[in-house]
């Protein structure tokens, strides 16, 4: 539940930033897009140097995970790295 509590009080703080941003005219609401529209091609990454991307994981850290275990298994396939016993 901490956890939980956690993500969603920083969700609430990031939406309340955004509106901020909105209503001070420093961000135009259409500047926000979804992740999969820059991965498609559909909206640029970035316009210019001072563009910030920023992302926030809805799912808890399990594309970290799934990630972590692909590059894991990527470099034992491939005999790269060291294997460690903890």
């Known amino acids: 539940m901490g956890r939980a509590l956690r993500q969603a009080e920083w969700a609430a703080r990031l939406?309340?930033?955004?509106?901020?941003?909105?209503e001070e005219g420093k961000m135009k609401p259409e500047s926000i897009v979804e992740l999969g529209?820059?991965?498609?091609?559909?909206?640029?990454?970035?316009?210019?140097?001072a563009d910030i991307t920023?992302?926030?994981?809805?799912?808890?850290?399990?594309?970290?995970?799934?990630?972590?275990?692909y590059l894991y298994e990527y470099a034992r396939?491939?005999?790269?790295?060291?294997?460690?016993d903890l």
């Open 37 to 49: 529209s820059i991965i498609n091609g559909e909206v640029a990454p970035c316009n210019g140097p």
């Open 54 to 69: 920023l992302f926030r994981e809805s799912q808890g850290g399990v594309g970290d995970i799934a990630l972590a275990n």
């Open 77 to 84: 396939d491939h005999g790269l790295g060291v294997e460690v």
């Open 15 to 22: 939406r309340a930033a955004l509106a901020g941003l909105i």
